[in-house]
């Protein structure tokens, strides 16, 4: 068990450009969350995946924004056309319906929009 | 709607004395709550959490919660602080439903001082 791994850990991009942002959850986890935190923030919920199926997404996540977990393991998030607001640390966390209630996080990604 | 509130954006203490940080909550059902550390550029981890078990909780690294359903509190406490234990403080709620996401406060910088 690795943990939560997220791919890449900085991310610098020019404003209008599209990023795209991988996690990779415990493997024996089924839950995955997708979260924000801009700086002096706690996270914010973006959205949840249960296996392949998205079953909850925020306001937050504007049609900029999609995510996907095509075969229920790894997770994308996919931002286009980024705006300087954008600029935040996304986080990943997993987690399962079985035993004991917890969530794992990975360590981020940082995104930075110029 | 759940919500968390921490009480204080900042704490500082010296190595050695009380840690003592706040955490409020809104929840319309019972709740599970969390408190998480933050190292700088780093994901979170995970200190403890109450799952509705016993009311106090111990944690890692010598810290540990009070669940008092009166006061909607779960406090975060430690009886002496660690030059390591700086870090940024969260905590946080979710139902006791499996899979809802977690909601976090605005969280705690906790400052040690030799």
């Known amino acids: 068990d690795t943990g939560v791994s997220q791919d890449p850990r900085h991310k610098i991009t020019k404003r209008g450009q599209n990023v795209t942002f991988r996690c990779d959850p415990i493997?024996?986890?089924?839950?995955l969350y997708w979260y924000r935190q801009t700086l002096g923030q706690g996270p914010e919920f973006l959205t949840y995946f249960q296996n392949e199926a998205q079953l909850e997404k925020s306001r937050l996540l504007s049609d900029r924004f999609s995510a996907e977990r095509p075969k229920g393991s790894f997770s994308t998030l996919e931002i286009q056309r980024t705006e300087q607001g954008d600029s935040a640390m996304y986080l990943c966390?997993?987690?399962?319906?079985?035993?004991?209630?917890?969530?794992?996080f990975g360590s981020g990604t940082r995104l930075t929009v110029v | 709607a759940q919500s968390v509130t921490q009480l204080g954006s900042h704490v500082s203490v010296s190595e050695g004395a009380l840690v003592l940080l706040r955490c409020n909550y809104s929840s319309s059902v019972p709740p599970y709550l969390f408190w998480y550390v933050q190292y700088p550029n780093q994901g979170l981890q995970l200190l403890l959490k109450?799952?509705?078990?016993?009311?106090l909780v111990k944690g890692i690294n010598g810290f540990e919660a009070e669940f008092k359903k009166s006061e909607t509190s779960f406090h975060l406490t430690k009886p002496s602080a660690h030059m390591s234990d700086a870090a940024e403080y969260f905590c946080?709620?979710?139902?006791?439903?499996?899979?809802?996401?977690?909601?976090f406060g605005k969280g705690t910088t906790l400052s040690v001082s030799s």
């Open positions: 493997s024996e986890h089924n839950r």
């Open positions: 966390a997993s987690s399962s319906d079985r035993g004991s209630y917890g969530y794992t």
């Open positions: 109450y799952t509705s078990a016993a009311t």
């Open positions: 946080a709620v979710t139902p006791n439903q499996a899979g809802t996401a977690l909601i």
